[in-house]
């Protein structure tokens, strides 16, 4: 089992920074792979981007150059860095980790059921 704990969730004026956290505890040797996906109400749950255990990175296209994801293995967290955020970010984040190496090849980072341990999600607003 493999518990995710998002934080670093808020409100945001247009244009601003956040940063998201997530830490993850219990049987993290078997996590091979730990992303960010995002859900904007009435919307599918999306990729934002992922992070392998070598520190391979994939993004969502039309968030390369804002949004940049990270890991402190000794910590065992992941970051997402959200920069020059703009309203249509907002979105329930939520930190998600592949325990089965199901992301591993090109393409299937983007699909949810690849993934095996999901977090509580926290929320992101931007404002105007």
């Known amino acids: 089992q493999v518990q995710l704990v998002e934080s670093g969730g808020g409100l945001v004026q247009a244009g601003g920074s956040l940063r998201l956290s997530c830490a993850a505890s219990?049987?993290?040797?078997?996590?091979?792979?730990m992303g960010w996906y995002r859900q904007a109400p009435g919307k599918q749950r999306e990729l934002v981007a992922s992070i392998t255990s070598g520190g391979s990175t994939n993004y969502a296209d039309s968030l390369k150059g804002r949004f940049t994801i990270s890991r402190d293995n000794a910590k065992n967290t992941v970051f997402l860095q959200m920069n020059s955020l703009k309203p249509e970010d907002t979105a329930v984040y939520y930190c998600?980790?592949?325990?089965?190496?199901?992301?591993?090849?090109?393409?299937?980072?983007?699909?949810?059921?690849?993934?095996?341990?999901w977090g509580q999600g926290t929320q992101v607003t931007v404002s105007l």
């Open positions: 219990g049987s993290i040797f078997s996590i091979s792979a």
């Open positions: 998600t980790a592949d325990t089965s190496r199901r992301t591993s090849f090109s393409g299937t980072q983007y699909d949810t059921a690849n993934y095996d341990y």
